[in-house]
């Protein structure tokens, strides 16, 4: 596969991740739900103002982490710039 079509394809998964979201479900993250947001909604770089940088979800746990396993990932070629292609 060359570079153009691995770039359309990247391309045409990033538009179908992004197909499902809208302007409007933007507009719904009120500042009161920033002051108090769902458990299971991270609506800040975060978690919430007081930066906690924590999750109160519980399904992943010390007891089952080692259980996880890489399901998708990209490799990165660098060139002999320095820079990402």
């Known amino acids: 596969m060359g570079k153009a079509s691995k770039a359309s394809a990247a ?3 990033a538009l179908g991740l992004f197909a499902g979201t809208s302007m409007a479900a933007a507009a719904d993250v009120t500042f ?3 002051r108090h ?3 299971h909604n991270w609506l800040m770089n975060h978690g919430d103002y007081n930066a906690h940088r924590f999750s109160a979800l519980d399904k992943i746990n010390k007891g089952n982490v080692r259980n996880l396993a890489t399901r998708i990932s990209w490799r ?3 060139s002999t710039t320095g820079s990402c292609t």
Do not use: I
Request: no cysteine; aromatic share 16%; net charge neutral.
């Open 76 to 78: 990165r070629h660098w």
């Open 11 to 13: 391309a045409t998964f």
């Open 32 to 34: 009161e739900r920033l």
């Open 37 to 39: 947001p769902e458990p």
